[in-house]
């Protein structure tokens, strides 16, 4: 069965919204992050994210190319979950709706690579209600946004689980990468 890996920046007081408009970091980029990227993105054979996610990523990466990131993520197959997206122009991309979990759980279920999902949301949620999701990394940005968010990574009536630190990389401009495994999750 193909495992479930959701990558998701997050901050010291637990923003991820909105990565791409954070202040960048007063330090040289670390070529470890971008290994790093470019490792979880040859591991999986398809994207999963949510509309907002979809929103954010459509409009740029099929701009890019000549990269091992762009090349892959544009050329995998992309699935979204939404209601209201009917026609996506980002290449290999389909629109999931219905019995999500069910059709994320068949989609698991088929040969193949990893399934990366960027972004933690309702998706995300969505996930870990149906006991889908099997690796959480966290790429924490040591740095404080200050602002009032309606998406936290975790909400006060999260599904119940347990992960295991399996990893974690120090980089040089002070993230952390912190890979868990899923170990237990109770479905409500």
């Known amino acids: 069965m193909r ?29 470890r992050a971008a290994a790093m990227q470019i490792d979880l993105i040859m591991a999986c054979d398809a994207v999963l994210m949510g509309r907002r996610t979809y929103d954010v990523f459509a409009p740029v ?41 069910d059709k994320i759980k068949k989609l698991k279920e088929q040969d193949g690579l990893n399934i990366v999902q960027y972004g933690f949301g309702s998706v995300s949620k969505l996930l870990m209600e149906h006991g889908l999701l099997d690796e959480l990394r ?11 968010q309606l998406d936290q990574l975790f909400s006060a009536n999260a599904t119940q689980a347990q992960f295991r630190l399996a990893e974690s990389t120090t980089l040089s401009n002070g993230i952390i990468v912190l890979r868990y495994q899923v170990i237990a999750m109770r479905m409500g």
């Open 61 to 101: 990466w099929p701009t890019r190319s000549g990269d091992p990131l762009s090349d892959r993520i544009n050329a995998i197959p992309k699935y979204v979950v939404s209601k209201t997206l009917k026609n996506p122009a980002w290449a290999n991309t389909t629109v999931v709706v219905g019995d999500v979990g």
């Open 138 to 148: 966290l790429w924490l940005y040591p740095q404080t946004i200050g602002l009032s």
């Open 3 to 31: 495992r479930l890996i959701n990558s998701t920046y997050i901050t010291l007081d637990g923003v991820i919204e909105g990565p791409h408009l954070w202040p960048r970091l007063d330090a040289t980029a670390d070529d």
